[in-house]
């Protein structure tokens, strides 16, 4: 099975910028899509971001005009460029393959943002 690594987490001050990356053994370019979800304490993990093999896109309301997900099926890499990062952005960020939910899904072990006011 694939395995995927996330990175780039951190802590910032709220309007401040990062960039996560996530690395997946093999190749992603066999895979339709890419996604990004996040965790905080006490939810449930929710859809970020996702990004199709063709370059389509999809945002949570939640981060749309703020974050901007890419990828780069060469280096088996996906990106989230997060900006003007909120307070209510902080939580445990994962990667995923796919464009849907699966029981079958595999996450990584995740990178946490932490953004304070």
């Known amino acids: 099975q694939v395995q995927l690594v996330e990175s780039g987490g951190g802590l910032v001050q709220a309007g401040g910028s990062l960039r996560l990356s996530c690395a997946a053994s093999?190749?992603?370019?066999?895979?339709?899509?890419m996604g990004w979800y996040r965790q905080a304490p006490g939810n449930q993990r929710e859809l970020v971001a996702r990004i199709a093999t063709g370059g389509t896109t999809n945002y949570a309301d939640a981060v749309k005009g703020r974050f901007t997900i890419s990828r780069d099926n060469a280096k088996n890499m996906v990106y989230l460029q997060m900006n003007s990062l909120k307070p209510e952005d902080t939580a445990v960020y994962y990667c995923?393959?796919?464009?849907?939910?699966?029981?079958?899904?595999?996450w990584g072990q995740g990178t946490q943002v932490t953004v304070s006011s």
């Open positions: 995923k393959l796919g464009w849907s939910r699966s029981v079958y899904d595999v």
């Open positions: 093999g190749s992603i370019s066999t895979s339709s899509a």
